[in-house]
């Protein structure tokens, strides 16, 4: 995918469906919009070949600045957030309860990483576990695990009712095609995805078996696919509603940001751009780098300075060829940069 030219949104608009140039004069504290056109550019070089992608929006949803607001990213892990949010609605509207335990086999087991897989005994066969659907959400959000979010999609419906409960909210371009089991599988070219590949060592070998140009040619497809992937507006979007309450009970939306506050991953990509005081509530997203080339590494949230100044971010990186510490440095540097364009 290629980047395009930049877009600018200074009117929320109608969902954030698009970015336009039209809108009130900057006020004093606003976001600064032309800082952001001239600087963002650096950093969309320093990720070339890798294509990287940037929103902000400003907490009262007034103005969003974003470099390419029709680009399809793909979202990897990113989905768990609004993932946990449709798993929430279902709580609401008296369909699922937190303290219901869900049965999980050996056969609904994912792909690594996932807490769940590695608790459970080897060989996998035969073992049943019980979890509560609160325990399947919070693992989802906090620690990214594919097990815990497959679960709990096909508890509410698989990716096709998570899609159209985004729809229903308004939020049209996120688009959940496929669990964990399914796409992780299609990115790196293998078979259906089986309990001994459970542990990490057992899942990259049984990976590094499939020849290296199937692997490849899988990548590039994964990057050439609609499915699962979204656009920065669409994500903006979600994040606002949340912060707002329009997506979920007062009491859920509080549970998914606590959740999202206390997330394990990605303590060097947004977080480390971020300021003394801030705080970061996010969901971050990350392909597997495979022969030198990581289709994805994302990350989305809500930040909230010192000074309760707050505004929401989305950043994506696919196709990157650089090192992990130089993708997570890319996207703290835009955390960074995001906060500048604040004052």
């Known amino acids: 995918m290629t980047l395009g030219r930049r877009h600018l949104l200074i009117a929320l608009g109608a969902g954030l469906a698009s970015c336009a140039r ?66 929430l609605a279902e709580v609401d509207a008296g369909r699922l309860k937190l303290d219901e335990r869900i049965p999980i086999g050996p056969l609904d087991l994912s792909p690594p990483p996932s807490v769940i897989d590695r608790a459970w005994p080897t060989p996998p066969e035969g073992h049943v576990m019980n979890l509560p659907a609160v325990d399947l959400i919070a693992l989802a959000v906090q620690q990214s695990d594919n097990t815990a979010a497959d679960v709990i999609m096909q508890r509410i419906g698989g990716p096709g009712a998570v899609t159209a ?19 992780q599988q299609d990115v790196a070219g293998m078979d259906s995805f089986r309990p001994a590949w459970k542990d990490e060592a057992a899942w990259i070998a049984a990976r590094d078996a499939v020849p290296a140009p199937i692997r490849e040619g899988a990548m590039n497809a994964y990057l050439a696919d609609p499915r699962d ?51 970061l509530a996010h969901k971050t997203g990350s392909a597997r780098t495979d022969l030198g080339f990581t289709p994805a590494t994302n990350d989305i949230g809500l930040v909230t300075l010192k000074d309760g100044r ?28 995001a906060v500048k364009a604040m004052a």
Not at 37 to 43: E, G, H, N, V
Request: aromatic share 6%; charged share 20%; glycine share 8%.
């Open 165 to 183: 409960w985004l729809r229903a909210k308004g939020i049209v371009d996120v688009s959940i095609d496929r669990y964990e089991r399914e796409l």
């Open 229 to 279: 992937t979204t656009t920065v507006p669409a994500v903006l979007s979600f994040l606002y509603k949340l912060s707002q309450g329009d997506l979920i009970s007062r009491a859920s939306t509080h549970l998914l940001l606590r959740l999202m506050a206390t997330t394990a991953t990605g303590a060097n990509r947004l977080a480390a751009g971020l300021p003394p005081g801030a705080t």
């Open 22 to 87: 039209r809108g009130p004069a900057r006020r004093a504290g606003a976001l600064d919009t032309r800082l952001l056109d001239r600087a963002f550019p650096a950093l969309a070089a320093r990720a070339r070949p890798g294509d990287f992608n940037l929103g902000v929006l400003e907490a009262r949803g007034e103005r969003l600045w974003c470099w390419n607001s029709g680009a399809r990213m793909p979202m990897q892990s990113v989905f768990k957030a609004p993932l946990a949010a449709a798993a």
């Open 310 to 337: 707050s505004f929401a971010i989305a950043a994506f990186l696919a196709g990157s060829t650089a090192t992990t510490s130089d993708r997570d440095r890319l996207i703290a540097d835009a955390a960074r940069l």
